[in-house]
């Protein structure tokens, strides 16, 4: 696993792990080597940079990006998520630490949990998803790209999610609603991504009206 278009394919043999949108749009990524040392079996990628989490997205102005150390470490029961996160600013010439994060997330696998509900989600959804992952890919695979809103992106998630509602709740055909979420998609993407100081966010709306 891993992207085949890292120079001289190194990553083809190293595990990859991504993160995205809700709306299935690439957040973030990373590649690294499983390591099994003194009985912990682990994967720990070099920082990368990533955006900020929607709590912050929505309610802070003070940093602009996170450089973070992701570790997963297998246990018995599921595994562990070690977060180490630097908070960045970016807009004072070379980035500057605001702050560092440290988080932990706890997986178990639960035999008793129903998950009938999101089974049947997906059972109605997922073809309407694939299209839309889709479109995403054609972007990536064609080179870099950015959004043309700031900040937490809503304005693309938000009605791309209604219409997957309303395919599972049997209002749309799947076909039309492809269709449909490729139109966001293309409307709220572009290729000229600019510079660093033109992809800032502007400071969420409720910071700004208080000031």
Known sequence: MGDPRCPGGRAQRRPGRRSYQVDDAPRYGAVAKWTHENGVSEWTPPSEWRPLPRRDATTRDDYHAIDAVNRHAITPEGWVHEQDNSKLV???????LLVREVGINTYRRIQSSDAHIADDYWTATQEFWAGVRSEWAKLEASGSFGLTVQGEPEPVYMPILS???????????????????RSIVQDFSTREIGSLADRLASPPAQIASAE
């Open 90 to 96: 970016l807009d004072e010439g070379a980035p500057r």
């Open 163 to 181: 219409i997957a509602q309303r395919v599972a709740n049997g209002q749309i055909a799947t076909d039309e609603a492809i269709t449909q979420a």
